[in-house]
């Protein structure tokens, strides 16, 4: 069984947020990686599935002035193609040391960690979820990670889980009933 914050202290917890930061594999996808070929001569291409009420959640969130990064241990140019698509600029690829990315972005952004909330679902997660005001794991995380985070959304990673953790904060602003 998980630990979780009562829903009083989360949404507490959600009032104060103004960036919210996400990992990619596990979270805005289900962490399945595909790889294939356009055609025979082309080098193999990644492919990776998003949730489209996931990136509807992301661009509601700037509607509503906060700011929305990706910090992820990978390198993928789909990644980046989806990021420049929702308009998150804030974009760290290959950040096997997530926190020096979250540290950065922080700082550019001009807010501290009690305005911070960050969804992650493996290990190397794990310091940054520590760091936040506000931790969030989809349903499919590990257990470990489920252990240590405020909320855990019903949704798996990939299917809604990033969307869920926005509409939590939203209810919390004030933004949705």
């Known amino acids: 069984m998980y630990k979780i914050r009562s829903k009083k202290i989360v949404l507490e917890k959600a009032r104060?947020?103004?960036?919210?930061?996400?990992?990619v594999d596990g979270v805005l996808t289900n962490g399945d990686i595909t790889?294939?070929?356009?055609?025979d001569e082309e080098e193999p291409v990644?492919?990776?599935?998003?949730d489209v009420h996931d990136g509807y959640g992301i661009v509601k969130a700037f509607?509503?002035?906060?700011?929305?990064?990706?910090?992820t241990a990978r390198?993928?140019?789909?990644?980046?193609?989806?990021?420049?698509?929702?308009?998150?600029?804030?974009?760290y690829q290959g950040s096997f040391n997530k926190t020096e990315a979250y540290e950065d972005i922080k700082q550019?952004?001009?807010?501290?960690?009690?305005?911070?909330a960050y969804m992650g679902d493996d290990l190397f997660d794990l310091?940054?979820?520590?760091?936040?005001?506000?931790?969030s794991a989809p349903s499919t995380?590990?257990?470990?990670?489920?252990r240590k985070v405020d909320y855990i959304t019903k949704a798996p990673g990939g299917k809604g889980a990033v969307r869920e953790f926005i509409d939590l904060i939203f209810k919390a602003k004030g933004f949705i009933e």
């Open 75 to 91: 390198n993928s140019k789909v990644v980046q193609l989806r990021a420049e698509e929702l308009g998150i600029n804030d974009v």
């Open 35 to 39: 790889y294939g070929k356009l055609n």
């Open 141 to 146: 995380a590990r257990p470990e990670v489920k």
């Open 108 to 116: 550019k952004r001009k807010v501290n960690d009690s305005e911070v």
């Open 16 to 23: 104060l947020i103004k960036l919210i930061l996400l990992d």
């Open 46 to 50: 990644e492919i990776k599935t998003f």
């Open 127 to 135: 310091p940054v979820l520590q760091k936040v005001g506000l931790s």
């Open 63 to 71: 509607e509503k002035g906060l700011a929305v990064g990706i910090i």
